[in-house]
């Protein structure tokens, strides 16, 4: 069984910063790619940002460019999202999810965590 488990959202005034954290764990668990989707008030699930665990290469959406940044520390099978300059329309549950390719697409994503609130106020 493959557990994911998001931690570090919260609320922060817009221009402010958040690091999520996501903790992967399971017997089983050996993905390629661990990734980033949010999903905002009445919006659909969108991509954020993915990072590949052999080599660190990333992709990110277009929207959180120069102001989100992931990174992993394989030795604890943890990913981090660092999030700054948040604007008002970053406000969401952030998921975190695991797949064999590095792709923007939740439909190439096999296991998913249960999702972390990130509010930004103005």
């Known amino acids: 069984q493959v557990q994911l488990v998001e931690s570090g959202g919260g609320l922060v005034q817009a221009g402010g910063s958040l690091r999520l954290s996501c903790a992967a764990s399971?017997?089983?668990?050996?993905?390629?790619?661990m990734g980033w989707f949010r999903q905002g008030p009445g919006k659909e699930r969108e991509f954020v940002a993915a990072i590949r665990w052999s080599d660190g290469n990333t992709r990110y959406a277009d929207s959180v460019k120069g102001r989100f940044t992931i990174s992993r520390d394989n030795a604890k099978n943890t990913v981090y999202l660092q999030m700054n300059s948040l604007k008002l329309e970053d406000t969401a549950v952030y998921y975190c999810a695991a797949s064999r390719f590095l792709s923007n697409l939740a439909t190439l994503y096999n296991y998913w965590g249960q999702g972390t609130q990130v509010t930004v106020s103005s």
């Open positions: 399971g017997r089983t668990f050996n993905p390629s790619v």
